[in-house]
């Protein structure tokens, strides 16, 4: 199997480069709607993309910002998703609260879950058994090849009812709330940013091993998403043929 990837010398040469391709998607998806969605993801890599999105004079009153998934934590906390998204793209691009659909993360894991999955049906106005197609999600991948809060060995890599759902790291020692396969795999686009050395050995395993996304959970979008585009750093990519 083989993957859609732009390769890069750097982490921050591969987040620049998506920040722009990612923006590329939303000018197309405002082309013909009113306002597009898109969601993201967090970690040290994201924020130098976010930082980028940032710079252009951009509509972003015409964009509604979600997050693939979040720490349980409050959005003052270090550790959250948000708070690094507020800093690096929310304010500097004067995005309007309106616009701003964050995970409510401080609540109980379980019933952050739920209302987060209710908001998302409302906005998109789904009846139960629809699910959305935001026009981009952006996600990470970790060195145990986990994407979004879907870890190894969960059986949430298998739902396909579900949109959102609380989870339990016994790695992290940590509850996270997380968006489902079902809802990633109908996005409309998906950009991969993946950087680092030590993602270079599960990049080539998700894409050359066997698929059992159990094992190996980001195989669910390099073998099952529509429209997908990685974006590497060297290291990253360094196993890749």
Same mark, same amino acid.
């Given at each position: 199997?083989?993957?859609?990837?732009?390769?890069?010398?750097?982490?921050?040469?591969?987040?620049?480069?998506?920040?722009?391709?990612?923006?590329?998607?939303?000018?197309?998806?405002?082309?013909?709607?009113?306002?597009?969605?898109?969601?993201?993801?967090?970690?040290?890599?994201?924020?130098?993309?976010?930082?980028?999105? *940032?710079?252009?004079?951009? =509509?972003?009153?015409?964009?509604?910002? +979600?997050? #693939?998934?979040? &720490?349980?934590?409050? /959005?003052?906390?270090?550790?959250?998703?948000?708070?690094?998204?507020?800093?690096?793209?929310?304010?500097?691009?004067?995005?309007?609260?309106?616009?701003?659909?964050?995970?409510?993360?401080?609540?109980?894991?379980?019933?952050?879950?739920?209302?987060?999955?209710?908001?998302?049906? *409302?906005?998109?106005?789904? =009846?139960?058994?629809?699910?959305?197609? +935001?026009? #981009?999600?952006? &996600?990470?991948?970790? /060195?145990?090849?986990?994407?979004?809060?879907?870890?190894?060995?969960?059986?949430?890599?298998?739902?396909?009812?579900?949109?959102?759902?609380?989870?339990?790291?016994?790695?992290?020692?940590?509850?996270?709330?997380?968006?489902?396969?079902?809802?990633?795999?109908?996005?409309?686009?998906?950009?991969?940013?993946?950087?680092?050395?030590?993602?270079?050995?599960?990049?080539?395993?998700?894409?050359?091993?066997?698929?059992?996304?159990?094992?190996?959970?980001?195989?669910?979008?390099?073998?099952?998403?529509?429209?997908?585009?990685?974006?590497?750093?060297?290291?990253?990519?360094?196993?890749?043929?």
């Amino acid at each position: 199997m083989s993957i859609h990837k732009y390769t890069y010398p750097d982490p921050k040469l591969a987040a620049e480069a998506c920040a722009h391709h990612i923006l590329g998607l939303l000018e197309e998806a405002l082309s013909g709607e009113s306002l597009a969605t898109l969601a993201v993801s967090g970690g040290s890599t994201p924020k130098m993309m976010f930082q980028e999105m *940032a710079k252009p004079r951009f =509509e972003w009153e015409r964009i509604h910002l +979600f997050w #693939v998934d979040e &720490r349980a934590v409050p /959005p003052t906390d270090p550790q959250s998703n948000y708070k690094m998204a507020e800093e690096a793209l929310i304010r500097p691009a004067h995005i309007p609260a309106r616009n701003v659909h964050r995970i409510p993360a401080e609540l109980r894991p379980e019933i952050a879950a739920a209302r987060y999955a209710d908001e998302i049906r *409302a906005f998109f106005g789904l =009846e139960q058994s629809e699910e959305p197609h +935001f026009d #981009v999600i952006h &996600r990470g991948m970790g /060195p145990d090849a986990h994407t979004a809060s879907l870890f190894p060995g969960d059986p949430l890599i298998e739902d396909r009812e579900g949109l959102v759902a609380a989870v339990y790291s016994e790695k992290l020692s940590q509850w996270r709330i997380t968006m489902l396969p079902r809802l990633l795999l109908a996005a409309r686009k998906t950009v991969m940013l993946v950087t680092g050395a030590d993602k270079a050995k599960p990049l080539h395993d998700i894409v050359y091993e066997p698929y059992d996304p159990k094992r190996l959970p980001a195989q669910i979008t390099a073998h099952h998403g529509r429209s997908v585009v990685w974006f590497l750093d060297e290291a990253a990519a360094s196993l890749m043929d």
